[in-house]
């Protein structure tokens, strides 16, 4: 009879549609090939130099050299610029901050700098089907401005992608010294209101300046305004006693709520931006790093940071996620020692080189400033190795989109190039140039090295001491990494073309090609 046919085909396809789910549900949810897990962890003033695996020899890296070696290691990886909060700017919206007025370092009642709603590469990963997260050190601004720290502080993360947040709001250095996990201040006691100001002094706690036999860290300059735990920051703050963080348990604190993060997401594909305060200023790593490294505090502060990645590293293996995870490991920007306090990390140097043979520091248009530290690795996809490609971490956005299949719109991330290739071994190749970035700009074309008249800010050149112009800087990067002797007269046609494109990419909205 055919209505029996009929039936029993309708049965058995339903039935093997019910056999098929569980496998069609895993797919759809899980991570894979096209989606594998994503871990950038984002270190804060790390060097060139500063890593075993990059020719360290004082301090003792063996987590961050296992994942250099299971990954590749990158000589010509930077980040974005030379300090930290226009580096994360352009890091999570792949566009150049010197592009955007208000991008500079922010004091720590800045609003967000972030456009609700805007691509970003948390957004991007969220529609890709990611859950996501941001851990540790923020510096892009909460709230619209005037923010009361006592209520839901948004605008923040979850308004431009990060579904769970849990952050410092600023820096170590910047009040206010509390934590802020999904919109509300850690601890806080609603009778014990937290208020900040910046520029001048709000409630009645010793400050620095007033109170310098209360420091546990002398100043070298600057951060004199409250004193927190004995560490007097910059800016002023009062109330939220008991929800202001202890420094010593920092990394602690924020590397569990990373590796918890991991559990938590463990069967679906998941984006986590795990920012550490290692290495910046105050260092007040945990006793237990107290005194280990052969380079004193910021050593110290290297190994408290190297743990850090050992412990994500040790919870991927356990949850047998390692194979289909990439991780992403880079510096905010170049090493520094006196970063205003005065913690010894200039005295107990003991010859370990912070920027490696790199000339600068943070701050830099030099290659210290930008030339970090950069590692991926996906141990179910890339080989190990070595590469000397271009590559910077405003490229993540346009290379994960790549990676997941999502398309960008025109005026999306501006300057972020897709060299997914690069950064997963299979290609040689990067970019074809960077525009670095301090207090002002320099431009990298394959091995050369411009820095404009001035020290790259137009139309300020500098008076050097004899009274003239500074002049235009030419560096052959392949020949003469420490930028010591300058070409510039040498090549005056390379000097007047790279010049030109500088000036071109600076005209235009967008250096993404299309
Ligand atoms: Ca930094």
Redesign the pocket.
């Known amino acids: 009879m055919p209505w029996r046919t009929d039936s029993l085909l309708r049965l058995m396809l339903a039935l093997s549609l019910a056999a098929w789910a569980p496998l069609l549900a895993a797919v759809a949810t899980a991570a894979d090939a096209n989606r594998p897990n994503i871990v950038v962890i984002l270190a804060?003033?790390i060097g060139y130099g500063d890593l075993g695996c990059y020719g360290a020899t004082k301090v003792k890296t063996p987590h961050l050299d296992r994942l250099a070696a299971e990954g590749i290691r990158f000589t010509d990886g930077h980040s974005p610029s030379a300090?930290?909060t226009p580096?994360r700017y352009a890091l999570i919206t792949g566009q150049y901050a010197w592009r955007k007025k208000g991008t500079g370092i922010l004091p720590g009642d800045a609003a967000l700098i972030i456009e609700p709603g805007s691509t970003t590469l948390p957004a991007m990963l969220k529609r890709a089907g990611y859950a996501t997260g941001a851990v540790g050190k923020w510096h892009l601004g909460l709230g619209a401005g005037n923010l009361d720290w006592n209520t839901q502080i948004k605008p923040g993360p979850r308004e431009i992608g990060f579904d769970e947040s849990f952050l410092i709001p600023a820096t170590g250095d910047r009040v206010p010294c509390v934590y802020v996990e999904n919109q509300r201040v850690v601890g806080l006691d609603p009778a014990d209101p937290i208020r900040v100001r910046y520029g001048e002094q709000i409630g009645d706690e010793p400050t620095g300046a007033e109170h310098p036999e209360l420091l546990r860290i002398k100043l070298n300059r600057g951060h004199d305004n409250t004193i927190i735990n004995g560490i007097s920051r910059i800016g002023f703050m009062s109330g939220g006693k008991v929800a202001r963080w202890v420094d010593e348990d920092m990394a602690d604190t924020i590397t569990a709520k990373a590796t918890n993060f991991i559990e938590r997401h463990r069967d679906e594909p998941f984006f986590l931006y795990f920012a550490t305060h290692d290495v910046?200023v105050p260092r007040v790593p945990h006793a237990r790093f107290k005194g280990t490294s052969q380079c004193g505090i910021r050593g110290d502060a290297i190994h408290e940071l190297d743990w850090s990645v050992g412990q994500v590293l040790e919870t991927l293996d356990r949850l047998k996620l390692a194979d289909r995870t990439l991780v992403i490991f880079s510096?905010?920007?170049g090493p520094v020692l006196d970063d205003g306090y005065a913690d010894g990390a200039v005295e107990d140097l003991n010859g370990h080189t912070p920027a490696g043979p790199l000339k600068g520091a943070?701050y830099s248009l030099n290659e210290a400033g930008t030339r970090v530290p950069f590692i991926a690795r996906w141990p179910g996809r890339i080989k190990p190795g070595t590469s000397d490609a271009l590559v910077c971490q405003i490229d993540l956005l346009a290379s994960l989109a790549s990676l997941s299949g999502q398309k960008l719109d025109d005026a999306a991330a501006p300057d972020s190039f897709n060299v997914l290739p690069a950064l997963l071994g299979e290609s040689a190749v990067g970019r074809d140039h960077l525009i670095e970035h301090a207090n002002g700009v320099a431009l990298r074309k394959g091995t050369w090295k411009y820095i404009p008249p001035g020290g790259g800010q137009p139309g300020k050149a500098k008076k050097n001491k004899a009274g003239g112009e500074t002049a235009a800087q030419l560096y052959d990067l392949a020949k003469d990494l420490g930028e010591t002797k300058n070409v510039a007269a040498e090549h005056p046609d390379l000097v007047k073309d790279l010049q030109q494109l500088l000036g071109k990419i600076q005209s235009q909205p967008r250096s993404r090609p299309k």
Request: proline residues 0%; negative net charge; contains cysteine.
């Open positions: 804060d003033d300090t930290c580096t910046h510096s905010d920007n943070k």
